[in-house]
Structure formats: C-alpha cells, structure tokens
C-alpha cells in the first residue's frame, strides 16, 4: 500500500441541526393561543414553562474541535514547507 500526497487536507465536522432553546415552550403557547383567545387561562401553564425556559438562559456552547489545527501544523512538517 503507498501513500496518497495530499496537500491540503481538511477535516468537516457534521452540522447538527439543533432546535432554537425554547422552541417547544413557544410552539406550544402559539397552538394554544390560536385554538382559543390569547386572554384565555387555559394557555398560563404553557405560558409559565415558556416563561420559565427563558429565565433559565443559555446552555454553555460545546467545545469545537481543533483536529484542523494539528492537521495543519502536522501537515507543513510532512510536506516539509
């Protein structure tokens, strides 16, 4: 088996497509209000989880991966450049 030259080589990660934080919360206020008035006290305990979810605030951010980083570094001493 030989070796394949690949001057530049470059690492994607997936795009995860992720819901909005309180999408679920909204949507499901949104469906209520539309089914009955948005004055309504049927819609409060929705209005409530959705109030709730927002006060939480955001979750931390995933760390990104820096394997394009070494790739780089690694790759100028192989080549040599």
């Known amino acids: ?4 030259n690949i ?14 934080q309180c ?4 949507s499901a206020l949104a469906t209520c ?5 948005v004055d309504d006290k049927r819609c409060a305990e929705m209005a ?3 109030t709730e979810c927002m006060q939480k605030g955001k979750p931390p951010g995933a760390r ?3 394997v394009n980083y070494h790739l780089a570094r690694l790759g100028k001493q192989v080549l040599g450049k």
Not at 33 to 37: F, G, L, P
């Open 33 to 37: 209000w539309a089914s009955v008035s």
């Open 23 to 26: 999408a679920v919360e909204m």
């Open 48 to 50: 409530k989880a959705l």
């Open 64 to 66: 990104r991966s820096n």
């Open 7 to 20: 001057p530049k080589l470059r690492v994607r990660t997936r795009k995860v497509q992720n819901l909005p």
């Open 1 to 4: 088996m030989t070796a394949v």
